[in-house]
């Protein structure tokens, strides 16, 4: 391994890093503005010009209020809940490949931070961890509201991940790879999985929502019911952390929904670009591609989020365990056998 | 009888209620869910409501009680001669003034021979409720034409106006008279 390769690798995972920061900090910014949008009003536009500064102006506000600790006895736990949070969150990102290759100073610079085999594997055990972070902040808090918005949390998540997995797996015995970067190669032109897969990704989809603890599924933390859920007791930047990870979550989540499924990187004309307009150019648009379908599912999140009212818990679980189960194992059996029928 | 009743519908809107079962489709919730998001997609490109307050005012009604203005004749000069009606007839007991005689050569500025030294109104105490536009009998108090809200604070002093601020400025008056002669 030589060091061109290793400051290679570094520069792409902090400018990958830097990047899922930014796109987290503004879409807070973009949540309000979408909701204020979608609610006839018109949202923070005093902190800079349309209100651009608003998510400085948040943070700056977190990090200068007091830091508060509930009477616990775990505060190590207490702290090393948002942090888990946190860092999974970004963890995720260092396999998804946000173009393909550009040629700077005579190397080939692959767009990605790792390109391991078991890429989605790796994605799946990550966002896994998550839950801990919600579940040992919620029970660290030392507070009812707190455990019951960690433990609703935590269910959640376990049920709609399998339902998550059957719906991949579906994916997989199509694309044959566990390689994002294998996967999103697959999908050149408009070959994009979402055609040939549409069950799949609706009950990812929705799987994927689950998972975020967004609304319609954001039971975690519905205020009518459990006050702020497990962030009840938090204040100062650790609820900064959760609510950070949360939409860094959000990011990541747009992310791999557009590259399992809406083709990557990959944008019709690609190869044309490639011949004609070199490799470089051609590359960029495919980052700015990728970029454009991840803000299309923020905002599409963003805006079921204010339409869709909150789920019951019972309706929740049954939707998981007795129709999006079923529904996605009927799913790969009729992938199967178009399988064996075309192949 | 009472079916009979039950089937007029005053506004137009009523709908019969059913209990019939959902049909698959309606179960699977996702048309509603569709129609749903296009009601607020719609919404994105509607204009919007907000009035940006301060640099943007809503208009008031004309019968608008807002703040407090001391009028003037149109000739300048205060309509206030201090008998003390008006903090009489406040049931927040927010008015206090304190007379004064009016001299020779102050003519300009006072209608009458007595005038209000000192004119305070605790705008916390206020309710607005106008009575003392009502008592007045030389029509030198209004909450109706100043047109404007009493403006938010640090302190609570601040909010005990006084003459400063209660009476009418002069380039209103004069721009009153200007109009009343036009007319």
Not at chain 1, 62 to 84: D, H, M, Q, V, Y
Not at chain 2, 5 to 10: A, E, G
């Amino acid at each position: 391994m030589d060091s061109a390769f290793i400051i290679e690798k570094s520069v792409v995972i902090v400018v990958v890093f830097a990047i899922t920061m930014i796109m987290a900090m503004y879409s807070t910014y973009a949540e309000r503005k979408v909701a204020a949008f979608l609610q006839d009003r018109i949202g923070p536009n005093r902190a800079g010009k349309f209100g651009l500064l608003q998510p400085l102006a948040d943070g700056l506000k977190l990090f200068s209020k007091e830091e508060f600790f509930p009477n616990t006895p775990n505060r190590f736990l207490f702290i090393i809940g948002p942090a888990i949070a946190m860092t999974t969150a970004l963890m995720t990102s260092a396999v998804i490949p946000w173009g393909d290759r550009l040629h700077v100073f005579g190397r080939d610079v692959i767009l990605q931070a790792t390109d391991i085999d078991v890429s989605l594997l790796y994605i799946f055990g990550v966002v896994s961890v998550g839950v801990y972070g919600i579940m040992i902040g919620g029970w660290a808090s030392n507070n009812k509201f707190s455990l019951m918005g960690a433990v609703r949390a935590a269910s959640q998540m376990v049920s709609y991940e399998i339902a998550m997995g059957l719906s991949m797996i579906a994916l997989l015995m199509m694309t044959g790879t566990l390689s994002l970067k294998e996967i999103s190669m697959q999908q050149s032109g408009l070959n994009w999985n979402v055609f040939y897969q549409p069950l799949s990704f609706l009950i990812f989809l929705i799987c994927a929502f689950a998972e975020l603890n967004r609304t319609p599924f954001d039971l975690a933390e519905c205020e009518s019911e459990l006050i702020g859920g497990y962030h009840t007791e938090y204040s100062s930047m650790k609820m900064g952390f959760y609510l950070f990870a949360e939409y860094a979550n959000m990011f990541i989540s747009a992310a791999i929904l557009s590259v399992l499924f809406f083709g990557g990187y990959n944008y019709p004309g690609m190869q044309w670009m490639i011949d004609n307009a070199g490799v470089n150019t051609a590359n960029v648009l495919g980052i700015i591609a990728l970029f454009i379908k991840i803000c299309g599912f923020i905002f599409f999140i963003m805006w079921v989020r204010w339409t869709i009212p909150r789920f019951r818990y019972d309706q929740l679980m049954n939707l998981g365990w007795r129709i999006l189960i079923p529904l996605s194992i009927i799913n790969i059996i009729i992938t199967g056998i178009c399988i064996l029928a075309f192949k | 009888m009472s079916t009979a009743i039950q089937s007029i519908s005053l506004s137009g809107k009523k709908k019969e209620v059913s209990k019939k079962e959902m049909t698959f489709l309606e179960r699977l919730y996702l048309i509603a869910i569709i129609k749903g998001l296009i009601i607020t997609i719609k919404h994105l490109f509607r204009k919007k409501i907000t009035v940006q307050y301060p640099e943007q005012v809503r208009q008031f009604s004309p019968v608008y009680r807002g703040r407090h203005m001391l009028k003037r004749d149109e000739q300048g000069r205060e309509n206030c001669t201090a008998c003390g009606l008006c903090a009489l007839s406040c049931p927040a007991e927010a008015i206090t003034m304190k007379a004064a005689e009016r001299k020779k050569g102050e003519e300009h500025l006072y209608r009458e021979e007595k005038y209000a030294e000192i004119y305070e109104i605790n705008m916390l105490r206020c309710i607005f409720c106008g009575l003392c536009e009502e008592a007045c009998p030389k029509d030198a108090i209004y909450l109706t034409i100043s047109k404007e809200l009493v403006p938010a604070n640090y302190d609570r002093e601040d909010f005990i106006f006084g003459k400063d601020k209660l009476v009418m400025p002069l380039e209103m008056a004069i721009k009153n008279a200007q109009l009343k002669n036009a007319n």
